[in-house]
Structures are given as structure tokens and as C-alpha cells.
């Protein structure tokens, strides 16, 4: 039985100390301790409702004791994994979460929902908010934009008289493929941050795929919605105390202002994306010699990106609208403590990734993997479906499928473009199968007031369908980029 060990160095105060196993496990052993770590991790998670990062950072100290890394250096270990998955997707996160936070607090979600649906007629509301859906989904997280647009979806529903997820279902449906595919979205972004992957690349291959995705909600949310499903009496009683619908209402915004205009709402959800994307085909055409590959390279960074965008919104939707400092200071302020949990799961995800790093169970799995001839692409996004089957989130399913490919990615010599198609991979795996251990099944089941029994034959039907399809149409991307066979 071969041995594995995949060394760290960690650079001390004077010199760079070498981290390995303390004894050289065989590689059935290492993947015995991975499986049974994955085990645990989600039984603490689902049997015993531990707090996800907390699960995480227990299960990685016991997966590199049983490993053998030395205890002395476990916690090395342990921060060298926080630090260097935080240092790359905490900022774009925080940024995205206020970005977020300044449009849904405008009115902006409102603003351009009712545009939108006025351009494409009554006639056409499930269409409508299928586009809005797109759009809003890209800067606010998916709990928070079902959570915002509800109150349309309904006022929607009792002109139309039908039950809320005649329309909401193909909005949520195209809303949550973005979540998991599309930075600034935290899921995406650790995994991004785990294997190196670029952010503009997978910003560009994640919403070319989400486009026929978004029809492929549509079109499959009209097939279930042809059945009648029986509607909460919680929602029901909601619905009958909706007076008119006024499309010009803003419950969030400030000062003595309108709501924004829907063009300035698209113009600052395209700006990083666009500013991202340009900077990203600049690196790609420029070569590293030319002297304005490092202004492509600035401009196209997505901290700079997330940030020009935020300041934007600041003087767009906070300075000329009139509100006060404190006002807008407070506003900001609440967007952050939301994130913290989200950023300590994306910590504890690095943290398991570095244990399986450092430990040989990632070269390990990479050894495995290639014994099967199942190409990488296709193994994340299997690990990954299984995870977020498990244990619900699609961060921690993302992170932690990351964390046991980087060994494999790292070892494997591929270009910029396939690690960007694996991540994309991944991320559809978390898009799939979301039923009772996943938050946003309870916030779509308890919004659009459906039964659990409907909510599993509607929603988890849905999202598996557009996960499965997502994966497909980034096979195809990779058999492209030169990805088949490997």
C-alpha cells in the first residue's frame, strides 16, 4: 500500500518550518479517516444541529490528530487555513453584502420588479419576475431577495388570483442557480479562493450558463404550476389583507426621494460585472510584458470592482436621495453582522481544506480519482451534491468539496479556465437536491406557503433539475476548453 504525504511550509519568525504527518499512513487509511471525517461532520450538522463552523473546525482537528500531524502543529494548521481562505473572499463578500444591502434598502428590488413587469404586460408576470429574479439575484444573497420580493410576488397573486408560487417558483428557481455559481456569492467565491480559481472567469462562464438556465426555470416551474397546490392559511390570510398594489410603494427607502429609477438599479448591478469582465479579457489578450497589463489587471481585480460599485451606490442611492449619514451609517452597519456566520463557515471550510492538504489526504484522493478515470469536473460536482443532499447549506457543500479537490486541482496542470469550469461544477452540485436540511427550502415552503409534501415535489424537483442541467452545460464548456479526459 503506497504512503502519501503533501508537505506545508509555514514561514516562522526566522525560518520556514516543513508541517508532514509525523507517520506515513497508507492511502486506504487516509481516505478511511477523510470519509469518516465527512461522516461526522455531517452528523454533527444534522443529528445534533451543531453550528456548521464550529462542526467544521472540531472535525479538522480530529481529522489531522487521526492523520498524525504533529499536535504541536495542528493550530498551525488550523490558522494557516483561516487566514489564507478569509484573506481572499472575506472582502468580497462584506462589499457584496453592502452592495446588497444599499439597493434592497432604496427600494431598487421594488423599482425594478414593477418596471419590469409593466414592460412585459400582466399577462407575462411569471416571465417578469423571472428577469427580475436574474438581475437581483447577482448582488443579493437568495434569502434576502426572496425575502424582498415577496410582497410584489404577492400583491402579483391576488390581482391574478392564483397561489404565490405560480410566480415565485421560477423567480427562486433562477435566483438560487446564481447564488451558487456567480461571485460575489460567498459558496463560489471560497471556492474560488481554495483552488486559485479566477473570479472574472467564473463570473463569465456562471452567468453564460444561468441565461438558458433562467428559461429552463421558467419553463419547468409552468410545467408543475399546471397542478393546484393547497396554500398555507398563514400566506392565505396575508394575501386577503393586500390592499392595492402600488407600484411606485417603497417600504426601505429614505429621505423624501422615489424609489430609484430601474436604470440606475441595472446600471450598479452590471457595473463590477462589467468592470470584472473587461479587466479579466484584458489579462487574457495583453501579454504579462505589456505595460498595461497591470492597469487590466487593477481595474479587473474584484475587490477594486465590488468596491468602485459600492461607492457608486453610496453617492447614487444614498447622497443624492437625501439621506443622512446616520441613517445610511446604520443601514451599512446592519449589513454586516448577517455575514459573520457565512464568513466563519467559508473559515472552517479552509480550515478542513488545509487539514486534507497538509494531512496527504488530499494527494491521496487525487491518486483515487485518477485510478477511476472519472474526469475532476465531474467528481466535484458528484461530492458536491452529495454534501449539499446531507447537510443543506450550499457553502459548506462548496468549501468542503473545494477543500478535498486541492490536492487534485493543484497536482493536475490545468489552465485558468479549467479551474474556473471546476468550480462552476461544484457549485451546480450545491444547487441541487434542497429539501429539508436547507434554510432557503424552508424560506420558499414558508413564503410561498406550500406544504412540505409540495415543497419537495416543486422545489426540490426544480432546483435538482436546473443543478443537473447547469453541470451539463459545464461538461460541455469543459470538453471545450480541453478538459476531456483529465
Known amino acids: 500500500m503506497t504512503s502519501v504525504s503533501h ?21 486506504g487509511v487516509l481516505l478511511t479517516i477523510a470519509a469518516a471525517g465527512i461522516a461526522l461532520l455531517l452528523v454533527l450538522i444534522i443529528r445534533f444541529k451543531i453550528q456548521a463552523f464550529i462542526a467544521l473546525l472540531f472535525v479538522s482537528i480530529v481529522v489531522a490528530v487521526a492523520a498524525r500531524i504533529p499536535l504541536a502543529d495542528v493550530f498551525t494548521v488550523v490558522s494557516n487555513g483561516v487566514g489564507a481562505t478569509l484573506g481572499k473572499v472575506a472582502i468580497l463578500i462584506a462589499l457584496g453584502a453592502l452592495l446588497g444591502r444599499l439597493i434592497e434598502f432604496s427600494g431598487g428590488v421594488q423599482s425594478l420588479a414593477n418596471h419590469v413587469t409593466e414592460k412585459f404586460g400582466r399577462t407575462r ?5 423571472t428577469v427580475v429574479g436574474f438581475l437581483v439575484a447577482i448582488p443579493v444573497f437568495f434569502e434576502v431577495g426572496i425575502i424582498v420580493l415577496v410582497p410584489i410576488v404577492y400583491a402579483f ?14 423567480m427562486a428557481g433562477i435566483m438560487l442557480s446564481i447564488h451558487v455559481v456567480v461571485p460575489p456569492h460567498p459558496g463560489v467565491v471560497a471556492g474560488a479562493g481554495i483552488l486559485g480559481a479566477d473570479i472574472g472567469l467564473i463570473a463569465m462562464i456562471g452567468l453564460a450558463i444561468c441565461v438558458p438556465l433562467g428559461f429552463l426555470s421558467y419553463a419547468v416551474a409552468g410545467l408543475m404550476n399546471r397542478r393546484e397546490y393547497a396554500l398555507a392559511p398563514a400566506v392565505k390570510a396575508q394575501l386577503d389583507e393586500l390592499g392595492h398594489f402600488d407600484t411606485h410603494a417603497s417600504s426601505s427607502g429614505r429621505g423624501t426621494a422615489g424609489p430609484p429609477r430601474p436604470a440606475l438599479i441595472v446600471f450598479l448591478i452590471a457595473a463590477p460585472i462589467v468592470q470584472i469582465l473587461i479587466g479579466t479579457a484584458g489579462t487574457l489578450i495583453l501579454g504579462k510584458d505589456s505595460p498595461l497589463y497591470g492597469l487590466a489587471s487593477f481595474v479587473g481585480n474584484p475587490f477594486f470592482a465590488l468596491l468602485v460599485a459600492v461607492t457608486l451606490a453610496f453617492f447614487l442611492l444614498a447622497v443624492r436621495r437625501g439621506w443622512s449619514m446616520k441613517d445610511t451609517g446604520d443601514i451599512l452597519e446592519g449589513g454586516l453582522p448577517p455575514i459573520a456566520s457565512i464568513l466563519m463557515v467559508v473559515a472552517g471550510g479552509g480550515v478542513f481544506g488545509e487539514v486534507l492538504r497538509v494531512s496527504g489526504i488530499g494527494a491521496a484522493l487525487s491518486g483515487t480519482l485518477d485510478s477511476l478515470g472519472l474526469p475532476i469536473v465531474v467528481m466535484g460536482f458528484v461530492i458536491s451534491l452529495a454534501l449539499r443532499a446531507a447537510q443543506g447549506s450550499a457553502t459548506v457543500a462548496i468549501v468542503t468539496t473545494a477543500g478535498l479537490l486541492t490536492a487534485a486541482v493543484q497536482g493536475g496542470a490545468y489552465t485558468p479556465v479549467q479551474v474556473a469550469v471546476i468550480v462552476v461544477a461544484i457549485g451546480f ?8 436540511t436547507d434554510a432557503g427550502f424552508w424560506v420558499v415552503v414558508r413564503y410561498y406557503g406550500l406544504t412540505v409534501s409540495d415543497g419537495l415535489k416543486t422545489w426540490t424537483v426544480l432546483t435538482t433539475v436546473l443543478g443537473f442541467a447547469g453541470f451539463a452545460l459545464t461538461y460541455g464548456v469543459w470538453v471545450l476548453v480541453g478538459g476531456l479526459g483529465t
Open 7 to 27: 508537505p506545508l511550509t509555514v514561514w516562522a519568525a526566522d525560518a520556514p518550518a516543513v508541517i508532514t504527518p509525523s507517520v506515513h499512513l497508507g492511502t
Open 125 to 129: 408576470v411569471a416571465i417578469a419576475l
Open 157 to 170: 397573486a391576488k390581482i391574478a388570483g392564483v397561489n404565490p408560487i405560480k410566480f415565485g417558483l421560477p
Open 429 to 436: 452540485g450545491a444547487l441541487g437536491l434542497s429539501h429539508v
